[in-house]
């Protein structure tokens, strides 16, 4: 199912643009907006059930903190497993993670040693956002770590100019709705 226009339209407009959040400079895309219109965030997630339904898969694992959001619903859509891939000391049992740089530093990313119980399980990775693509690169690199197979990527909001896209093609397809 492809997404038309309109709908398209009706998920940008409902992303709030905040200035100079959390430094100046910066335009935050706040998607606490589309998730209070009701009618922006079903029309989202019936695409993405609509787009996922047929590629059988085993799980959908959302990045900390708001792929938490998409992947558990999208994940009850589909009737698959949900699996969080969290900042590091979050989950409570042995973990692998994952570290990326940032701007100024280094962060980490982990997931549960067992996160996907199912042989070669087939996997979608989730968020609301890409930019540079450090921690979906490093999310990505867990899934299969675990042995896990990554299926596919999928974003909201792709923030082309920092092309964080063409970091991630190297170990799955990507799938965005806005470009920005």
């Given at each position: 199912?492809?997404?038309?226009?309109?709908?398209?339209?009706?998920?940008?407009?409902?992303?709030?643009?905040?200035?100079?959040?959390?430094?100046?400079?910066?335009?935050?895309?706040?998607?606490?907006?589309?998730?209070?219109?009701?009618v922006?965030?079903?029309?989202?997630?019936?695409?993405?059930?609509?787009?996922?339904?047929?590629?059988?898969?085993?799980?959908?694992?959302?990045?900390?903190?708001?792929?938490?959001?998409f992947?558990?619903?999208?994940?009850?859509?589909?009737?698959?497993?949900?699996?969080?891939?969290?900042?590091?000391?979050?989950?409570?049992?042995?973990?692998?993670?994952?570290?990326?740089?940032?701007?100024?530093?280094?962060?980490e990313?982990?997931?549960?040693?067992?996160?996907?119980?199912?042989?070669?399980?087939?996997?979608?990775?989730?968020?609301?956002?890409?930019?540079?693509?450090?921690?979906?690169?490093?999310?990505?690199?867990?899934?299969?770590?675990?042995?896990a197979?990554?299926?596919?990527?999928?974003?909201?909001?792709?923030?082309?100019?920092?092309?964080?896209?063409?970091?991630?093609?190297?170990h799955?397809?990507?799938?965005?709705?806005?470009?920005?």
């Open positions: 199912m492809i997404l038309s226009q309109a709908d398209k339209e009706l998920i940008n407009n409902s992303i709030r643009d905040v200035k100079d959040f959390p430094k100046e400079g910066i335009v935050f895309k706040d998607i606490t907006t589309l998730l209070n219109n009701k922006a965030f079903q029309t989202l997630m019936n695409h993405l059930e609509e787009r996922y339904k047929s590629y059988d898969l085993d799980y959908v694992a959302g990045i900390d903190s708001r792929g938490f959001i992947g558990a619903a999208l994940a009850d859509r589909l009737n698959i497993g949900f699996v969080p891939v969290r900042k590091k000391g979050k989950l409570p049992s042995t973990t692998v993670c994952e570290k990326y740089e940032l701007e100024y530093g280094f962060d990313v982990e997931i549960h040693l067992d996160a996907f119980p199912i042989d070669n399980a087939r996997v979608l990775l989730i968020d609301d956002l890409i930019a540079t693509g450090g921690t979906a690169n490093a999310s990505a690199k867990l899934i299969k770590d675990v042995k197979n990554l299926v596919e990527t999928c974003f909201l909001i792709n923030l082309t100019f920092l092309n964080g896209v063409k970091r991630l093609e190297e799955a397809p990507v799938y965005t709705i806005i470009d920005i």
